[in-house]
């Protein structure tokens, strides 16, 4: 927001330098920003050199501050570089400083300076990566790749710079772009883990202790049975520490167990023997009993009531309650399938996966199931009281392996719905069928029930635009009708409809190879959507000032003169208040180059008195009396014209170029040094020559007066300000009578930006105009005494 303002300050706030360098206000700011950008080098120069003593609360804060406010600072450089108020030069310069690497200097202390470099390549990078400065891009990028390694930075540091690469990797485009605004669910948490590492974490026990109940691991089943050493949950563990027992191998995270029986994240592992674990029946967790231990133990620390087999009638899936059948039997299941790593929501049994540590009783006597048994928690045999526990045995689960392709079809794609890329496919084919089909009311029909994004709706405008830039007039009159019924049925956005805009005319020039004729393909498509009221002229007008694109504008003006005619589009245009000279390229930005253009395009009913100069001024060098001048002025122009600002622009242009070229401003005068009285004299009784003339159109006309003070003011701005002339014919117009006072002062306080060089001229004859108000004043307080 802050740049935005400074660009508009940049073009719109007086200037007080000359006017052939920058203006006075951006001159201002780049100075500013310089020394805020060697301010950030000299405060961590002192800041670097107070680490060897301790820093106290309050020098911590202040060096947070200042740690804030230059990034911030460094942002905002980069935002002015993206609206090109400070040149590309300036920011390859800052960005090298930052990458400097100063062998007097440890590489930590880079870090802020590697901070700033981020900032500043998030937020202009994309402005700066042009083909023409690739080599030096290249050279940034290679440097930040090798410093995002260097183990020597911080782990933040490092993983900001990988963030740029990536950022750039992608064309710049952010990963949050691609992503679903909005918080995530855990589910969402989950089914993205299971698309990135390959490995499925189960959702926590529902039928487990409640979180107020103690430390309780996320493996509700098993967890449950063995203590948890410290820590209390924070609520998140059955998001990230659901995988823990899931086995080894390519993409899976195991857990192994210690010497102590706990794996590494803190969950017991099984270990069988006297007083090595309790059960929870207490908490109400009785869901997990072997069927092979139905007996009671000695000293009555547990009591086990339910088998397997019971349980599998209850809770299982009807796969699982076949595979416990076979091993009940004492059959091998190997032969029932892949056993699916999926439970149902109900199922407890599948949920917690195998302990890292087995009782050797258990593993005996499973035999060859044990890979089938592993999911489940075994209870440890019980032993006779006066035999010494069986020491446990460490056992390492085989690997359980995640079909990664089809969990991502099936679980992660289905949830996240439609790619960016599918979502501005199915809009080009639906483009594509409509001019096939040439059904505009049924695509209309068919885009709503698309439901397309609403952040997406730029880019499918631009889609559609690009479609059309390579059809036929008829097809392109279509999808411009496309374009405006999605606009008047609500489902594109003005504002998304002109970005996406915005956005082809950013790649036209690399659209010429394809379509030679593309700017007046994309000059019909604008002056459809122009005609029919969907986008104002004058925002189209906006992107194409300074000659971007030229002749686009023109390109347009011609189609609205097919479509709406003469007088509408008369009406339109000086509604919009475009100012046609801005859109021309700089070199070519002079009335009469624009009065040869309109010419060419027959616009030139656009602007009657664009060559009423150029007439005036060869209509008074051929005759240069006052009564020879009026009477052209009165045989050719029409009556209607005499009290349109642009003729008093022209008369009053006219005259003061051919008086000051035969006084003041003559041939060998130099306009930097005040005349002679002789000259300035002879000057003021030229202009009382051509007083009546004046006078004519410009008597009891105060809008007209100020009209004829700007062009005064913009003809001393194009010839730089000659010393002493604005003032000497401010005076010489006021004691003439030709301009009264109340019009000098309602140019002072006009704010208008529309004529240059208002702020300087102000500045010449700002003490002139005081005395002018003040004696004005005067008068009015003598005429109430009187």
């Not at 003809?715 to 006072?741: A, H, Q, S």
Request: hydrophobic letters at 35%; charged letters at 25%.
């Amino acid at each position: 927001m802050y740049a935005q303002l400074c660009k508009r300050l940049s073009e719109e706030a007086p200037n007080f330098d000359p006017p052939d360098g920058p203006c006075t206000f951006n001159r201002l700011l780049l100075s500013k920003c310089q020394d805020e950008f060697e301010r950030r080098r000299r405060a961590s120069e002192i800041w670097d050199g107070s680490e060897g003593s301790a820093l106290s609360a309050e020098q911590e804060e202040e060096r947070a501050a200042a740690k804030r406010k230059m990034v911030g600072n460094l942002r905002f450089i980069g935002e002015l570089g993206k609206l090109e108020i400070i040149h590309e030069s300036i920011l390859h310069r800052c960005i090298q400083q930052l990458l400097e690497k100063r062998r007097s200097r440890p590489m930590v202390d880079l870090a802020e300076d590697l901070e700033c470099l981020c900032q500043i390549m998030k937020t202009c990078g994309k402005v700066l990566d042009k083909p023409k400065a690739k080599n030096l891009m290249d050279q940034y990028f290679e440097r930040m790749y090798q410093l995002s390694s260097n183990m020597e930075l911080l782990s933040r540091v490092r993983f900001m710079l990988q963030d740029v690469l990536d950022l750039r990797a992608a064309n710049w485009v952010p990963r949050k772009v691609a992503q679903v605004d909005g918080p995530r669910t855990i589910r969402q948490v989950r089914e993205e883990a299971a698309h990135d590492l390959g490995v499925y974490i189960p959702p926590p026990s529902s039928h487990g202790p409640p979180r107020s109940s103690g430390p309780i691991s996320p493996l509700a089943g098993v967890s449950s049975f063995f203590p948890q050493p410290g820590g209390n949950r924070t609520g998140m563990e059955d998001v990230f520490m659901g995988a823990v027992t899931l086995g080894t191998g390519p993409g899976v995270i195991s857990s192994q167990p210690d010497k102590y029986g706990y794996d590494s994240n803190g969950f017991g592992g099984g270990v069988s023997g006297g007083g090595s674990y309790r059960p929870r029946q207490q908490q109400g967790n009785k869901h997990f009993n072997n069927q092979n231990y139905n007996r009671q133990q000695q000293n009555n620390q547990y009591n086990q009531q339910q088998n397997y087999s019971n349980i599998a009638n209850k809770d299982l899936p009807p796969r699982f309650k076949k595979m416990f059948s076979h091993s009940s039997g004492g059959g091998s299941s190997s032969s029932d399938g892949e056993v699916s790593l999926r439970p149902s929501a109900s199922s407890m049994l599948l949920k917690p996966k195998t302990p890292g540590v087995l009782p050797q009783s258990a593993l005996g006597q499973q035999g060859n199931d044990h890979h089938i048994h592993s999911s489940l928690p075994l209870a440890p045999q019980p032993q006779p009281p006066n035999q010494k526990p069986t020491p446990p045995l460490m056992h390492k689960d085989p690997p359980i392996l995640i079909k990664q392709a089809s969990m991502e079809k099936s679980k992660a794609n289905r949830n996240r719905g439609p790619s960016r890329e599918e979502w501005l496919r199915r809009v080009k084919n639906l483009s594509e069928q409509m001019l096939k089909e040439q059904s505009l009311d049924e695509t209309v029909e068919n885009y709503r029930s698309l439901k397309l994004p609403e952040r997406l709706t730029a880019e499918a405008a631009q889609v559609i635009i690009n479609l059309l830039l390579t059809q036929e007039e008829s097809n392109r009159e279509l999808g411009s009708q496309l374009l405006e019924k999605l606009r008047s049925e609500g489902l594109m956005n003005v504002d998304r409809l002109f970005d996406g805009v915005k956005q082809v005319l950013g790649q036209l020039d690399e659209l010429v190879n394809d379509v030679p004729r593309v700017k007046s393909h994309m000059a019909g498509i604008l002056g459809h959507l122009i005609a029919s009221g969907t986008l104002p002229l004058a925002d189209v007008a906006e992107p194409l000032e300074g000659g971007q694109h030229f002749p686009l504008f023109l390109l347009v003006l011609q189609t609205l003169h097919k479509l709406l005619g003469k007088s509408n589009l008369t009406q339109t245009f000086n509604e919009s208040k475009v100012n046609l000279l801005n859109l021309l390229p700089e070199s070519d930005r002079t009335k009469e180059k624009l009065a040869d253009l309109l010419e060419d395009r027959e616009l030139s009913f656009l602007f009657p008195l664009l060559r009423i100069q150029s007439d005036l001024w060869r209509a008074l060098v051929a005759d240069p009396t006052p009564h020879a001048f009026y009477k052209y002025i009165k045989d050719t122009l029409d009556p209607e014209h005499h009290t349109a600002p642009g003729f008093i622009n022209a008369l009053m242009t006219v005259l003061v170029k051919y008086i000051v070229q035969e006084t003041t401003l003559a041939a060998g005068a130099d306009p930097t040094t005040i005349p002679e009285k002789m000259v300035t004299e002879r000057e003021q009784e030229l202009l009382a020559k051509f007083k009546p003339v004046l006078q004519a159109f410009l008597h009891d006309h105060l809008p007209l007066q100020v009209t004829a003070i700007y062009a005064l003011q913009v003809f001393t701005y194009t010839n730089n300000f000659p010393k002493g002339m604005l003032l000497r014919w401010f005076v010489n117009l006021y004691d003439l009578e030709i301009v009264e006072e109340d019009a000098f002062l309602t140019w002072k306080e006009d704010l208008s930006q529309d004529y240059p060089g208002k702020g300087k001229a102000l500045f010449q004859v700002n003490q002139w105009l005081t005395w002018l108000q003040e004696t004005e004043e005067d008068d009015e307080e003598d005429e109430g005494d009187a």
